[in-house]
């Protein structure tokens, strides 16, 4: 089974930063484009940043688009959305999500989803 694991997420004062990890097992490392979304409460999930199985290449929303990287450590099967200079915008609950296409742009497009890690940014 395809499973997806987030992690990383607690209380960050703003201007700080977070690391967010998704572990992935039940598939080989690379097949699917792994993908970070959130939900802030009341608003619909939205995708922040996808990594592409194919090549490797990256998105990120405009909305973060200078504060946040993806990456992976194909050694521990784990993807990972480091935050910098978070915002209280940023508040929400952050999924990792896997396609086995080129990291759809709507959430509802994710073929696998994984438990989510909640990010609050307050002073």
């Known amino acids: 089974d395809v499973q997806l694991q987030a992690s990383g997420g607690g209380s960050v004062h703003p201007g700080g930063s977070v690391r967010l990890s998704c572990t992935t097992s039940g598939f080989t490392f690379g097949v699917y484009s792994i993908g970070w979304l959130r939900q802030a409460p009341g608003k619909e999930r939205e995708v922040v940043s996808c990594?592409?199985?194919?090549?490797?290449?990256?998105y990120y929303a405009d909305s973060v688009k200078d504060r946040v990287t993806i990456s992976s450590d194909s050694a521990k099967n784990t993807v990972y959305l480091q935050i910098n200079n978070v915002k209280p915008e940023d508040t929400a609950t952050y999924y990792c999500?896997?396609?086995?296409?080129?990291?759809?742009?709507?959430?509802?497009?994710?073929?696998?989803w994984g438990k989510g890690t909640l990010v609050t940014v307050s002073s």
């Open positions: 999500a896997a396609d086995p296409g080129y990291c759809p742009r709507l959430a509802a497009k994710y073929d696998y």
């Open positions: 990594m592409r199985s194919s090549d490797g290449s990256t």
